[in-house]
């Protein structure tokens, strides 16, 4: 009936328009409301956990961000939504931000080139990808009303680089702008960034989306480059009644909101919910993910070795942030099992908690002495990182460090796997063989983790002294 977006704006009434910006459908017209899915709504509904960004960074490998954009799209098509709420593009510059795992790396080229790629393939399925959240967001404590003072220098160096590879290279379709304030402008108030920059420097067409929120005032909102702001629609109304927002504006807003509506492609197809190629999927993504920080030998394990795998990691891992129990997560003991290890598991601490069994301890030391060689399974408790706070300190739990030290007394070939989306403080980093961090590496973790151990897969790459992921404390 309408050939053309600016026919369907014309053909909307003050008060749809509002409400379509806001988050309202207009049934008379066939336009409904924004969709936009969220990966943890996504495996809420069964869809596959693949890596977290901090794992998938470590691979440095754009065209695997590429395959798990795509695969992540097709999942959201299947749910209807119209666009997929990811990637982040801020970078990791707090060793303790409750954020860590869904940011990609420190540095800024490649944070562009992972996003860029990720976002392509996302749209490669008809869904589209929202770059967030812009800008300079680099910690979760009092983040929604945290003012942001970064010189001029700074920004265009560090912050902006990767928000605009992943804006002229993956082209997404909505951009979405944070909370909180930038050197005392509301961020989504902030017309040199999201219109003189974002808009006119860069070149972006899409829709501009406040998070959840972030908006105060919806009139100067729209009016500083943002479409879309979760708000009242009844204050748009009165703000354009009264003068205070030119209407076209509205206009541009609702516009932008229709093209992205349109673009979508909501309609599932039969391969949207392969879930055994997906998983398949997310276990390849998985061994690239690890990162092989030290060794001094004990790995690869061999087969016909006596193995003591230790931690309660080994049994349940910590394979997301926070997201919805994966049905269908392996552990690396049952794929040890699978595959025939010669292995003998003891719990030694929880993966949950900080508490140290004396008795236990001891089962764990004694089963190490008599093994050719001792598996930690170590890391954060998913307790310690919270995507709403940051954390307050970079240690493990002190029964981890504890018994680790004390099996690296008895045994040479002492091997510590890491599950952490963080960097952590690892005061026995010299007295063990090897160091495999796993980050947090969705439901093909254990699958992964067997394999970099046992030899079939190798590590994304190694150091002898890294400095990023693992901190050697001394006294």
Known sequence: MYATVQELVDALTLEEKAGLCTGAAVPRLGLPALRVSGLHSQESAGGVCFPSACAAAASFDPEAARRMGAALGREARSGGAHLLDVPDVNLKRGPLSGRSADTWAEDPCLTGALAA???????????GGCAGRLA?????TDRRTLNHRVDERTLQELYLPAFETA????????????????????????????????????????????????????????AAGVDFAPADAGRLVDAVQSGALDESVLNRAASNIIRTLLAAST?????????TADRSLAVELAKQ????????????????????????????????AGHPRAPHVTSAIDAAVLHGRKIHYIEGFPADRDQRDEAEFLRAVAAAEAADAAVIFAGLPECAELAAADRRHMRLPECQNNLIARVAAVQKNTVVVLHTSGPVECPWADDVSSVLCMYLAGEGLGEATDALLWGDADPCGWRTRPAIWISRVTA
């Open 167 to 222: 804006v002229r290279d993956g082209q997404p379709r909505a951009v979405v702008c944070s909370a909180g304030q930038l050197n005392g402008t509301r961020i989504c108030e902030d017309t040199a960034l999201l219109t003189d920059t974002l808009r006119g420097a860069w070149g972006f067409a899409g829709a501009v989306l406040a998070e959840p929120g972030a908006v105060q005032d919806p009139a100067r909102t729209l």
């Open 136 to 140: 300079v967001v680099n910690q979760e």
């Open 267 to 275: 309609q599932p197809s039969p391969a949207d919910r392969d879930r």
């Open 289 to 320: 993910s690890g990162v092989l920080l030290r060794n001094l030998g004990a790995l690869p394990l061999h087969k016909g070795q006596k193995v003591a795998y230790i931690g309660a990691f080994a049994a349940h891992p910590r394979y997301s």
């Open 117 to 127: 790629a990720f976002l392509q393939g996302v749209q490669s399925t008809g869904v």
